[in-house]
Every structure is written in C-alpha cells, then in structure tokens.
C-alpha cells in the first residue's frame, strides 16, 4: 500500500460547482498536510497548509483533516474555470521526526466547465 | 512566499550527455530540495542540498547520476549526468518554509531526453 493514494480523475465539473478532491494515507505519523495546485507546464502552488483534525477555510477553499481516519480533503466552492489544475496533496513530519520531508500523492486533474 | 526561478525551462539532449539545472531564490534559505516528476507519477525527492555539505540523496537515487551543487545560501545546481530516455521528466527545486514544514516549489525544468 502506498503512503498516500490519491485518485487522479480526471475530474470535470460545471463552473460553480462544489469540488471534493481526497487523499487517504497510511502513515499515522504524518504530522502537516497540504494542497498545491499545479497550472499545466508550472510548479506547484501551495494552496493551504494545515497541521490539526478538522476544517480550514480560506476564501472559496476549505481543507479538511480526519487524522483518525487518515483521510484530508479539498473543498472548493463555487468552482471557475480559473480552478483547472491538478490538485496535490502533500503530507509531512512522517520521516523519523524529519519535518522536510514530504510524501505526495498522484494528483487529480480538475476541469471546470463555462 | 520565496521566488524561485530555473534554469532552462525545457531542453532537449542527446542520450549519453549530461545536463545541469540551475535553481535561484530571492532569499536566502537554508534547505534546498531536488524533486522529479514523471508523468502519472507522484514528485519523488531527489535530494536535500544544504549550503555547507553534502547532499542527501534518497533511496534509488545516487551522487553520480545526479551531482548536487550548493555555494551559497540563494543557489543550487541539479546534474542529469549520462542521460537515458528514462530521465526525460520535469525536474523541481524547491526551498523550505515554515521552519521546513512546508516547501515553495520553482517553475520546473522540463527535459526530453532522445
């Protein structure tokens, strides 16, 4: 089993749509988790960062954390065609007690339709 | 957030050649990182480079296939020595943030190797 598996779509929705990306891991020792967006031929953006069970918004995005599940999703509300990217999710502080070290998962590829 | 550029953006060699990817931010960090990603694939860390010694590399990934350089506090270089068409792949630096938890990424460097 790997340490995070992520589904990798792709997804499409309609713009405005609610968007559910998920992630579920492994590793009970993962301590952060992220999610970057990746634009097609750019590097990854974060996008919100949290370290605690429960929810964290930021504008039209929301990031849930179940760690007695190992299982962290994206929200995204009132989705735009701006929001096409491939979304990852990162996790760290699993490595021995290494903070750098970060595991990602495959990505999923979003599409929003106008 | 820390501004990351790379050098090239894309290239295409010969297999048998090598090729260095430079990384340069705005600041100065203390933890560098090389990351590869191949398509369908999670970003696999290459290496941690450190200002002041030797890199770190990950498991499957060695110093003579890929020499890290770190002089300074704002710049790393990446070498892809003897390519193969296995290596075609984007290539990342990224630099710590939030005391290491987390990492701002640069633009990648796409390379084909023929």
């Known amino acids: 089993q790997k340490e995070v598996e992520q589904d990798p779509g792709p997804l499409s929705v309609p713009e405005g749509a609610i968007v559910s990306l998920n992630c579920t891991y492994s590793n009970s020792a993962f301590q952060y988790f992220m999610w970057y967006r990746q634009y097609s031929r750019k590097g990854p953006e974060l996008l919100m960062y949290t370290y605690s069970s429960g929810n964290k918004e930021d504008g039209r995005f929301t990031a849930q954390v179940d760690k007695s599940s190992k299982y962290i999703s994206l929200f995204i509300r009132d989705s735009q065609p701006s929001d096409s990217a491939t979304y990852l999710c990162a996790m760290g502080g699993g490595s021995g007690g290494s903070n750098y070290k970060l595991t990602f998962g495959k990505g999923t590829l979003l599409t929003v339709n106008p | 957030s820390a501004v990351i550029s790379q050098k090239p953006s894309r290239d295409i060699c010969q297999r048998g050649t090598s090729l260095t990817i430079q990384c340069q931010v705005d600041s100065q960090v203390t933890m560098m990182f090389w990351y590869r990603q191949q398509p369908g694939q999670s970003l696999t860390l290459i290496a941690t480079?450190?200002?002041?010694?030797?890199?770190?590399?990950e498991s499957g990934f060695v110093i003579d296939k890929f020499p890290i350089s770190r002089p300074n506090l704002t710049f790393s270089t990446l070498t892809v020595s003897n390519m193969s068409p296995e290596d075609s792949s984007i290539y990342l630096c990224?630099?710590?943030?939030?005391?290491?938890?987390?990492?701002?990424f640069g633009p990648g460097t796409r390379l084909l190797v023929l």
């Open positions: 480079a450190n200002q002041g010694s030797e890199a770190t590399y």
């Open positions: 990224s630099v710590g943030a939030r005391g290491q938890e987390t990492q701002y």
